[in-house]
């Protein structure tokens, strides 16, 4: 956990002050809404279909049991019960009143957790691997990047106001559980041949109307030259970024337009006047950053002990166990992933009471720290294994114990046509119904790992292009249709997802999605091949010859 100081305390003490006197003026009419807009957004508030909408930033994913607890209380106190966790590590509280916000912006504030920059056209929440930290996987913790470049562009006077809205995303795993190349930037920290630490740049990633996969354009930047070639990469877009244009605006068009090659030289030349300049990392400054994180005091544990040995006996437990926990870097110590999907509820949603019980276990079981991933999961990522047991009992009691994890019913979903004015259809109820069809857990092992991935607009806030399946709700005459795609994958290996054929109306997409799932398990060369790898070697036409022959 990143230790907050004092001026980060008295800065949003400030800025909660400062919006809730922009409140008042907007209660008052002192503001219409047009003018309370740009000014509501600076702080993460939209106005949705029904509501304001709060969304709140978790730095890197990373959250402290105190400020779970405190969100618990913010969606008693001033939403309905509950908070939506988003594939951009935030948390969204969708029914606040406005004359409360700036009470729950207050509140949240007190724990060091707000909403500055989960809008507008600036850099947003920077992302990465829930699991930083833990894994054995990693070269460093990618987190100490994260909060360099959050300290970085957080009220930047260059950057604040960019063509349009700016994501990076980092990993420093050798299996990307970021999704860094669909990011405007995406970061992979490794060592080069000298064992030094740098990263490999991407740009021009994203989704949404116009879906790109990232351009390396370096292979090693050295760790220290981080944030002098990070903003040489915002001023070339800046400057050459289209602002006529909202559709053409992201540095992705930009990249694609002038080609990586051209984009590359700019940057390169914008680096090279700068690169020396007071963006240089020194040690000094490194070190500082990572003294801010707090790890935790590991006790020397077996792998293996006999409290888990024996609760494995329990085939519950045992199936639990396969599914939701990981490899730790250190023995006697695992990773946890605790599914927010259980069959028949929204994807990512948790009530007030499962926030408090997962702050109330992590502190118990995991030294108080909760990791939030863009697969809409919630993540303990220090637990010893002899705690398992009581860990998952307690889960389970609270009903968060599903063993779900990558499974064909662990769908990630945006909130959609319920909530979202931007939305052309429903993706909630579409995700609820997909889970009931494979309900049936020993079903949904045998299928193994599928991700399927569902948005209600082009705006692909659930990533439907990089889903194994995606599903894109578009509006036809008035009503809600569905696009299907197959094959697309958000890891190392990121592609995007083909079109399997004409869209489906919204009764259809259940039963077509059972349909693409039985094609698969008779056309696998075996239980070993996975869905994207049965797609990879046949393509999309054997799944559209046979779904559309019954649709």
């Known amino acids: 956990m990143y230790a907050y100081d004092e001026f980060d305390r008295a800065f949003l003490a400030e800025r909660v002050a400062e919006f809730r006197d922009q409140v008042g003026r907007r209660l008052s009419g002192a503001l219409s809404e047009d003018e309370f807009k740009p000014l509501r957004l600076m702080n993460g508030v939209y106005l949705q279909l029904h509501a304001y909408m709060l969304r709140i930033a978790i730095p890197y994913g990373t959250l402290s049991a105190d400020q779970l607890r405190r969100m618990a209380h913010v969606a008693r106190t001033y939403d309905r019960g509950y908070g939506h966790f988003t594939t951009r590590q935030n948390i969204q509280f969708n029914w606040i009143k406005l004359e409360e916000l700036p009470e729950a912006m207050a509140s949240l504030a007190e724990v060091g957790v707000h909403g500055i920059q989960t809008s507008g056209n600036c850099i947003r929440n920077v992302t990465t691997d829930q699991w930083a930290a833990a894994t054995p996987e990693e070269c460093d913790d990618p987190r100490i990047w994260a909060e360099i470049l959050r300290q970085y562009s957080t009220l930047h006077p260059e950057f604040t106001y960019l063509p349009r809205k700016f994501k990076i995303a980092i990993t420093a795993a050798g299996h990307d559980r970021a999704a860094i190349k669909v990011h405007d930037v995406g970061l992979r920290l490794h060592r080069n041949d000298a064992g030094e ?102 006790a020397a544990l077996e792998n293996a002990p006999a409290e888990l040995t024996e609760a494995l006996k329990d085939s519950r ?24 999907k259980p069959v028949g509820a929204p994807p990512g949603d948790a009530t007030a009471d499962q926030m408090d019980v997962v702050a109330d276990l992590a502190e118990r079981y995991g030294f108080g720290e909760i990791r939030v991933g863009h697969e809409q999961n919630l993540c303990l990522p220090h637990v010893a294994q002899k705690d398992l047991p009581a860990l998952w009992a307690a889960l389970d009691a609270a009903g968060l114990a599903t063993p779900n994890v990558n499974l064909v019913n662990d769908i990630i979903a945006c909130p959609g046509l319920d909530y979202c004015a931007l939305a052309n259809a429903r993706a909630i109820p579409v995700a609820q119904e997909i889970a009931k069809r494979f309900a049936d857990l020993d079903r949904a092992r045998g299928v193994g790992r599928l991700h399927i991935n569902i948005s209600g607009c082009i705006n692909a806030c659930g990533h439907h292009h990089v889903g194994h399946i995606g599903i894109l709700g578009v509006e036809k005459n008035g009503q809600e249709f569905y696009q299907i795609t197959l094959g697309g994958r958000a890891d190392e290996h990121a592609q995007l997802g083909t079109l399997l054929g004409p869209a489906v109306s919204y009764e259809q997409v259940p039963g077509l999605i059972e349909d693409v799932v039985d094609t698969y398990l008779e056309l696998r060369a075996g239980p070993q091949e996975l869905f994207i790898d049965t797609v990879a070697r046949l393509g999309v036409e054997p799944f559209k010859e046979r779904v559309y022959a019954s649709h």
């Open 197 to 298: 630490l740098g990263f490999e740049v991407l740009v021009g990633g994203g989704l949404g109307r116009t879906p790109f996969v990232g351009k390396s354009i370096r292979p090693f930047l050295p760790a220290r030259e981080l944030l002098s070639y990070i903003e040489a990469i915002m001023r070339v877009y800046n400057q050459y970024g289209r602002r006529d244009n909202i559709y053409k605006a992201r540095i992705k068009i930009l990249v694609h337009e002038i080609g990586a090659e051209e984009f590359s030289k700019a940057v390169e030349a914008e680096w090279a006047a700068i690169r020396d300049g007071a963006l240089h990392l020194s040690d000094e400054m490194i070190a500082d950053i990572r003294a801010r994180f707090i790890y935790p005091a590991f």
């Open 317 to 340: 437990f045992a199936t639990w166990h396969r599914n939701s926990v990981q490899t730790h870097k250190v023995p006697g110590y695992s990773i946890v992933t605790i599914s927010l």
